[in-house]
């Protein structure tokens, strides 16, 4: 069975693909509770700096170190650069990622500097890359800066 | 005399600073023109993810990597991990800092990654800090994650 802060990730990215969007979704959890949610905002709001990640922590708001060094944040995909470094930025110890085989970001960075990392190769999230890679290669390499 | 991309940078700042915000500044520069400009909008858009420089690049919109692998981007300080992680996402490959006495991000990283960095160690820029720092440190750790 999923677990269900993985669910609520990739329920966000199935939001995103019906949205005409990128599919990648990001939920922030503390104390056992989803405090943000988010998903890849660039074609819904023409913005290079909302993937899912950043959308997630953006929603969560403006939160005390204590609380982001007490989180866990999930993530449909591998983070690439910009949110493997928020993830730094804000000390969040531990990250849960749906899949790393359409594309793998930052996560020897990330490892080194002591973030926890578990990926849990999920058919779902393998899927949902491959359709939407497979349908819009121009964006896709757009959000990743190629 | 200064730069005049520098000075926009810090022109943003100083609004950031009448805002009543974290008084740090960025421009995004391609072709010798400001594609885009902002400033840190934590206190003012309530948003951990706009640091001044994520604000610049969110301002020139979804662009080509071509643009941004041809532009230069202006800060008045030491770009942190989220800031650097953008960078090394679009592959811009040269960065201009006001200055990283006050905060010291991951500029070894980005040099490591091949980013060329100037750091211009403008007084202006220390002194805009150094006010904010003493005024507002606990906003001033809330927005480095400490």
Redesign the interface.
Known sequence: MMDKFMQAAIDEAKLGLEEGGIPIGSVLVYKDEIIGRGHNR?VQS????LHGE?DA??N??????SV?KASTLYTTLSP???????I????IPKLVIGENQTFQG?EA?LNERGVAIEVIHSQACISLMNGFIRDKPELW??D???
Chains 1, 2 share one sequence.
């Not at 690439?80 to 928020?86: E, K, W």
């Open positions: 660039r023409g913005s290079p700096i950043m922590l953006n969560a708001g403006r939160q005390p170190a982001y690439c650069s910009m949110c493997s470094g928020t730094l930025l804000y000390g930052e960075l390499n757009e990743i800066g190629e």
